[in-house]
Each structure stands twice: as structure tokens, then as C-alpha cells.
Nanobody
């Protein structure tokens, strides 16, 4: 079992930056690939970014490329999402998720462990 807890959300103005953290506890965190998803009311969770076990490979959905950066510190059992140049359309509840399957996964049903989510609101 892996427990995930997100933090760092809040309200910011468009153009601002924010860093989300996902702290893990339980089994060896470095054995899991981790992703960030986001969800707006009435819609499914959408993939935002993921990172491999060692932190050497990352991927992003097109709408955040060049603005968001995912990283991890396995010594601290933490994954980060650095968000720059935030836009109102980035407003959502952000979730971190983990799995220990082989390869990149971008759909929520492929992830076994989820945090409770943190609200990010970007005002125009």
C-alpha cells in the first residue's frame, strides 16, 4: 500500500506560479511511477504529467508543456508539480496517483493509489 497526500494548492492570479507536492508513505516509493491528474466538476480526471521511478523520464499533456514541470525526490518520498504561467483554464482539483506497472500510463483506471486532491484556482 502507498498513501499519497497532496499539498500546495490555493488561489492565484493568472500568470502566477505554484508548486504542488505529493508526499508518499508506505511501501518503497521509488518502486512507483507517479502522475498528476486534474479534474473539474462534471468531468473525468485528465492526465497532466507523469514521471518514471528514477525521475529521468517525464511526459506532459500538450496544454501544460513548457509551463509545468514534474519532478521527484525519492529520498523525501515526494513528487512535485511546478506550475508556471498559470491560466484560468488550469483551475481544477489536482490529484497525484501512483502505479507499479511497466511503462507510462495516462488513464486513471491504470493507477492504483490516489491522494485526496488539492484545489487550484486561477483567477483572471
Amino acid at each position: 500500500q502507498v498513501q499519497l497526500v497532496e499539498s500546495g494548492g490555493g488561489l492565484v492570479q493568472a500568470g502566477a506560479s505554484m508548486r504542488l507536492s505529493c508526499a508518499a508513505s508506505g511501501r518503497t516509493f521509488s518502486g512507483y511511477r507517479v502522475a498528476w491528474f486534474r479534474q473539474v466538476p462534471g468531468k473525468e480526471r485528465d492526465f497532466v504529467a507523469d514521471i518514471n521511478r528514477t525521475g529521468t523520464t517525464t511526459s506532459y499533456t500538450d496544454s501544460v508543456k513548457g509551463r509545468f514541470t514534474i519532478s521527484r525526490d525519492n529520498a523525501k518520498n515526494t513528487v512535485y508539480l511546478e506550475m508556471n504561467s498559470l491560466k484560468p483554464e488550469d483551475t481544477a482539483v489536482y490529484y497525484c496517483a501512483a502505479h507499479n506497472r511497466v511503462g507510462r500510463r495516462i488513464t486513471e483506471d491504470e493507477y492504483d493509489y490516489w491522494g485526496q486532491g488539492t484545489q487550484v484556482t486561477v483567477s483572471s
